[in-house]
C-alpha cells in the first residue's frame, strides 16, 4: 500500500534532496564533488594525484562536470520516474485484489495515479491531526464519510482492530480525499 505521497519539488536542489539515491549514485556524486573542488583549487597536490586529475586542464575539468551535472540530473529523474511508477503498480495491484472477479482489467484501468503533493505543511498538520485524533473520532469520521471508509467491511468485533481497518483505510484514500476531509472535520 502506498505510504506516503510523491511530493513536488519546488525547485532544482529539492528535488535532488527528497529523490536522488544517494546509495546508488555515491561514485557520480563523489566525482563531480572531486572534479568540482579541482576547478575551485581546492584539491591538495595529493588529491589530485589520488584522483588523477591534471589541475591545468580545466577545460576537460569543465566538460567533466558539465557531464556529470548532466548525468546526476537524469539520475535523480530517473530515481523519481521509479519512484512514480512503483506506486502505481502499488495502487493497481490493490486495484487488482479489490476487484470482482473477471472485471480486473476494469478496475485498472480505472485505478488513481499516485498522490501528488506540493503543500508538505498542509500534509504534516493533516498527518498530526489523524494521529492524535481520539478512536471513537475516527470511528464518528469514518461513518460520516462512509462511501470512502467502507464501514461495514471496517467495522470489528474489537475496537482496537476497527481502529487499525479505519486507519488502513485512511492511508489507502487518495490524498485529495484527505484533505477534504480534514478540512471538513477542522
Known amino acids: 500500500m502506498v505510504k506516503e505521497p ?6 532544482k536542489q529539492e528535488l535532488f534532496d527528497r529523490y536522488l539515491d544517494k546509495t546508488a549514485h555515491a561514485d557520480l556524486i563523489e566525482r563531480l564533488r572531486v572534479i568540482t573542488g579541482a576547478l575551485q583549487n581546492k584539491l591538495t597536490p595529493q588529491k589530485l594525484r589520488l584522483h588523477r586529475i591534471d589541475r591545468t586542464d580545466a577545460i576537460t575539468l569543465f566538460h567533466e562536470r558539465q557531464k556529470l551535472t548532466k548525468k546526476m540530473f537524469q539520475a535523480v529523474v530517473t530515481d523519481f520516474a521509479v519512484r512514480v511508477c512503483t506506486n502505481q503498480i502499488e495502487i493497481c495491484t490493490q486495484q487488482f485484489y479489490e476487484a470482482p472477479r473477471g472485471k480486473e482489467a476494469e478496475h485498472i484501468a480505472a485505478s488513481r495515479i499516485p498522490d501528488l503533493c506540493d503543500d508538505t505543511e498542509l500534509l504534516e498538520q493533516m498527518y498530526e491531526w489523524w494521529k492524535n485524533l481520539l478512536p471513537g473520532q475516527k470511528k ?3 461513518k460520516t464519510f462512509d462511501d470512502d471508509f467502507n464501514p461495514e467491511w471496517c467495522f470489528r468485533d474489537k475496537e482496537e ?17 484527505r484533505i477534504d476531509i480534514y478540512h471538513y472535520c477542522v
Open 6 to 11: 510523491l511530493y513536488l519539488p519546488g525547485d
Open 161 to 177: 482492530e476497527t481502529i487499525q481497518c479505519i486507519d488502513a483505510c485512511w492511508r489507502s484514500l487518495p490524498l485529495e480525499t
Open 140 to 142: 464518528g469520521i469514518a
